[in-house]
């Protein structure tokens, strides 16, 4: 939706204007903490289904027994909440780094420029630019998370055939991804009020 102007505005004001907003938004790491928040709340809604799905794997596997008769799921939303995952990571980490800008980065910012450190959705680059240290099975989720944000949550092919890889799910992810999720929030100090796991 686009903001509102004044009728009486010219085209020099207007962009003045929507630099400003631009900026003000792009140097708040509490903004960027706040549409975390609201990716991670959306995960959240979810992650019944997905449990679901995999009672029916596991069922259907004879790892467990059938506990109701009520059908699998249709869709398993597992790809869909890595994505949510990752872009909630990745507004974290782009929080914590747009507190931590240069003074020549907020001079581009300020002049209605993303700065190259806060573009792309690279999550392992970023949460280690944010300075956190990761164990092994950390960053083999960020990669299965990355590639998820890259095409499997969003398209059904790669945008080469290059990207037709083994893609290996541990199961259900949802646990892992919470308590990485609530370490990277004390690494980048979101303020605890703001979590929603």
């Known amino acids: 939706m686009e903001e509102p102007g004044r ?12 630099i400003a907003r631009f900026s003000q938004y792009v140097l708040s790491p509490e903004a960027w903490f706040r549409i975390a928040d609201e990716l991670e709340a959306a995960m ?13 794997f596991r069922a259907d596997a ?20 890595m994505m949510l995952a990752g872009l909630a990571i990745e507004n974290l980490c782009k929080g914590h780094l747009a507190g931590r800008l240069t003074w020549k980065e907020r001079k581009k910012v300020k002049a209605g ?56 799910q541990w199961g259900n992810d949802i646990g892992r991804i919470k308590t990485f999720l609530q370490k990277l929030h004390a690494h980048v100090e979101a303020k605890e009020s703001s979590r929603v796991i």
């Not at 009728?7 to 929507?18: F, G, K, S």
């Open 44 to 56: 959240k809604l979810l992650e019944p289904q997905i449990e679901r799905f995999w009672e029916g």
């Open 62 to 81: 004879g790892v467990v027994e059938k506990k109701d008769s009520e059908p699998p799921p249709k869709h398993s939303l597992i790809n869909v909440h």
């Open 113 to 168: 420029e993303l700065p190259k450190c806060l573009d792309g959705h690279k999550i392992l680059k970023l949460v280690r630019r944010a300075g956190m240290t990761l164990a092994e099975f950390e960053r083999d989720l960020l990669a299965r998370i990355t590639q998820v944000i890259s095409w499997r949550g969003r398209y059904p092919a790669p945008l080469s055939h290059d990207g037709i890889v083994p893609f290996p």
């Open 7 to 18: 009728p009486d505005e010219t085209p020099e004001e207007r962009e003045r204007a929507q």
